[in-house]
């Protein structure tokens, strides 16, 4: 954290920061399952090549996973 300056920043801004380092707070601060893929940034190997096909299909199988982890109350080890 210190090499990015994050540290400082959550040193210099505490009563900003806190929620994210305490349970009462985290409730706040739960991705749903749209925003984690929207974040994600996915490198596939070149069009043409063979992996590509192959990524994609594994990678589509990834969101229906997180999609599917976004419908299910509970505990997620049933799922896993």
């Keep these: 954290l210190e090499s990015f300056g994050v540290l400082n920043f959550i040193r210099s801004n505490k009563n900003i920061m806190q929620p994210l380092f305490t349970l009462d707070g985290a409730k706040h601060f739960q991705p749903t399952p ?20 192959c990524e994609t299909d594994v990678y589509k199988n990834f969101c229906d996973f997180v999609q599917d982890l976004g419908t299910t109350e509970g505990t997620y080890s049933n799922v896993i």
Excluded: H, Q, Y
Aim: charged share 35%; glycine share 4%; no cysteine.
């Design 34 to 53: 749209e925003l984690f893929l929207d974040s994600l940034k996915v490198e596939f190997s070149p069009d043409g090549s063979n992996r590509k096909a």
